[in-house]
């Protein structure tokens, strides 16, 4: 008798065990979905072993076991490199191996109880000559196919018309169902021009010449040719006839990098990200498992692609938090991707002008190799310069904008030269106070202060999303007068525009960007200039290259640095350096002018001079003296429920387990904002030996599991947020 063990979707996810099913009479190989029975549904299941056993052993069993009811795939949807990856992931992460081999899939392809519908397309085919006489064009057509071989029925229709119906009728050729196929770039290839500077020759030669598979760390300033970099090595790799993966970390800054590989590699390229839809990934997916492509450009679930025979792997912005996942499992790309370069060997380069703390200092010890750009191609930084807020509005200019950051705005409209004004904030003010009793308008479901909207009228939570009209009272002392406090986006827009009536403005947040290709039109409209100001959140500090853009403006700097994460430093350098390297790209001076209330702060002082090395010493210092990473591990727990009771509960037995614990520091429990109507407390363990700290962890997931408590328990190995 043939069992198979299945692992099924299931609510509770953590219900970490296979199933077993009866699947005599199927072909069934470990990595395939089957349909199966479960309770009294029938549910999709993931086959892990198929094993052969005596009919006395089943009935040892003491349950009756139920057969597979239909086997979905023809194949396995994983290989064994992607299955043990699962296997890493889960020990890694304490994450259920489910649940890691699901983030590998495309959703259609995931097993789920309904699992999706695969578009199909019509196809006609060249089956025989005809036997009776043919027209002329009748024949043309047959001909034409003959040679084709193979379409799609749209396309053959359109191209040969009623004497082509007329085969199909004949049965010359015939029809047929072919799942959808992605229409692959149709980009002409641009000759390259470029000539590689030193540097850029330098890192080339010194990945081409490492033969075992090595990971690089690429510190190259903004503007110093990494993209280059990374074209060449990547034509290096598909001539050995290895595949390529680019990985960025957001879909903003996709349409560009596609832009660059499409243009050096025409139609060898599938893009992966989030902002595609089911189909579309399903067939990008397919691209690459049939080998039509053999370079990927994507966001952080494109290290899951089927690849083989994988050569090399790039991170580019590798500091970047959106490579972490912020669900079960909380993978960060980096580690997948040095993982899979191991099955592989193939080399990874992670590159960025502001490389994470932990990359940095792994690179000194040896761990990475460490190549430097540490030239503009162009030569020249922007000029930076610091305003002081707080003496701005003691002069009584304005608290949105100063006057000399107007007056660089002023002067590049007059020169036609394009500014870029960051703000981190979307939505109109993030607060709205009643005047009378200082009443703060709180969303309902979270802890958190809704911001007001005014181009729709609206406050919104930028969290669980929550929608209310602004209300005409104060809830509590019934006034009807409220203060609007704090800038977002909306409101500098608005700003900017009656101070300059003239100038065209785009705005790039959240809200603006909500449909499908919003980034990319909104990034091209700009690039063809045709808009004098781009003005948003974090999304337009990162990664674009467009040469006209002589002013970068940050209105904030140092709104990141009053949060209370250890990270708020790190995150406050790299998004100023990021945005300065926005300036100055092309032939003409940059100037970059960062407004801060705190402009002391050797994050800002450091980005403002370019310096990385001064910031990652000073910071590392900090780091030390706090006991943070990367001198330390961090494992956080989050217990949530919408009953505060059962939250106090799992917290009390995981304490009493980690409080026993030696060689680490216990950090909590602390409660934390209620979001989504959850209550939440974390516990954080803190420690010199990851793993161990790893089995402890385990310890609580495991006590946790077994004694189904109620609260939701989400571990984070390594978390980059503690707020
Ligand atoms: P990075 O990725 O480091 O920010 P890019 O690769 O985008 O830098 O290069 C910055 C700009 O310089 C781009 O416009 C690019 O086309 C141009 N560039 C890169 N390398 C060279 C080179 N060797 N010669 C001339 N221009 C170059
Ligand atoms: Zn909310």
Redesign the pocket.
Known sequence: MKLAYVFVEHPILHLDHTFTYCCDGFMLQRGMRVLVPFGNKQIIGFVVRVEEVDASYVETLGYTLRDVIQQIDQEPLLNEELFSLGEWMAQEYLSARIACYQCMLPSKLKPSSNHGHIKMEAWVRYVKDASVKLTTKQQAALTFMKEQQEMLRASFYAQCKSPGKKLIELGCVEVFEKEAQAVLSNTNIEEVS????KD?QYVIQSVQDTMEASIFLLH??????????FLQLAQNTIEKGLQVVILVPEISLTPQMVKRVTKRFGSHVAIYHSGLNAQEKYEQYQLVKQHKVQIVVGTRSAIFMPFDHLGLIIL?EEHDSSYKQDASPRYHCRDIAIQRAKFHQAHVIL?S?TPSLESYARAHKGVYKLLE?PN???DCFPDVHVVQMKQAVLNKESYIVSNRLLDAIYDRLQKKEQVILLLNRRGYTPILRCISCGHIQMCPHCELALSYHKEEQVLKCHTCGYQQKVPNHCPTCHEASWRYLGIGTQKLEEFIQIKFPQARILRMDADTTMKKNAHEEIFSSFGRKEADILLGTQMIAK?L?F?NVTLVGIVNADAMLQRSDYRSAELTFDLLAQAC?RSG??SKQGEVIMQAYDPNHYAIQCAAKHDYLNFFQQEMKYRHLGGYPPYRYLISFVISHKEEQYVQQAIQYMMRIVDKKTDCKVLGPATLLKLKDLYRMRVILKGKNQQLLQLYAKDVYLQHISLKLKAKLDIDVNPLMLE
Do not use: P
Request: hydrophobic share 30%; charged share 25%.
């Open positions: 470029v000539v590689l500077n850029q190259g300033v903004t503007g110093s040719g990494k993209t280059e970099v580019d590159a002008a750009m503009r191609v162009n990664g290259d040469e390297g790209r092309g």
